[in-house]
């Protein structure tokens, strides 16, 4: 089973700015770009699932006109993880005690008070598992730490426990990777 992981387009924020929550919309320029590209891309009839946030269902609007045989459906699970008070704050202007707090005990402590890193790998494991049990190749439309979850899943890695293992790497706005499941 192959898996579409799809990142949303640039998102209408200035950079440097924690928003993994937050509800904000992206270019509509780059959505429709990365829209055209992945109808293009995408083999027939593949389900899509969808994080709620409105990043991710502008660029499914968009690729529902050139692709109506992709079918979507809304997946909370598959919505960035949230970072709490720190949420519409500079990264930069974030105390470094508090990044301490969250590298000293990377899995279980809720950076910004509302979620963990385990909790997180934990809510995107249960749609990656739901979607094996499914069977088909399926598309996530969906942002970079679920993207970054589902890569350490797809290697078998479902505790996170140090910083160090939480990949760098996440496509690019508005490109995706494909994982075999």
């Not at 598959?78 to 202007?93: S, V, Y």
């Not at 809720?110 to 979607?131: I, L, P, Y």
């Not at 899943?153 to 499941?181: N, S, Y």
Request: charged share 20%; glycine share 8%; net charge negative.
């Amino acid at each position: 089973m192959k898996l579409w992981l799809v990142r949303h387009a640039q998102p209408l924020i200035a950079p440097g700015i924690c928003y993994g929550a937050t509800d904000v919309a992206v270019d509509e320029q780059a959505t429709r770009q990365a829209a055209q590209t992945l109808a293009r891309t995408l083999p027939p009839g593949l389900p899509l699932r969808i994080s709620p946030l409105q990043r991710c269902g502008q660029l499914e609007q968009a690729l529902s006109g050139p692709r109506p045989d992709l079918l979507g459906k809304t997946d909370a699970r598959l919505a960035e993880m949230n970072f709490g008070c720190w949420e519409g704050q500079r990264w930069d202007a974030i105390p470094q005690a508090y990044y301490d707090r969250w590298t000293a005990d990377f899995g279980n402590h809720r950076f910004g008070g509302q979620e963990s890193v385990q909790e997180f790998v934990r809510r995107v494991a249960a749609v990656w598992d739901d979607t094996l049990r499914e069977g088909v190749d399926t598309v996530w439309i969906t942002h970079a730490g679920v993207i970054r979850a589902a890569t350490l899943i797809a290697q078998g890695v479902r505790d996170v426990t140090q910083a160090a293992q939480w990949p760098q790497d996440a496509p690019a706005f508005g490109c995706w990777c494909v994982l075999e499941g």
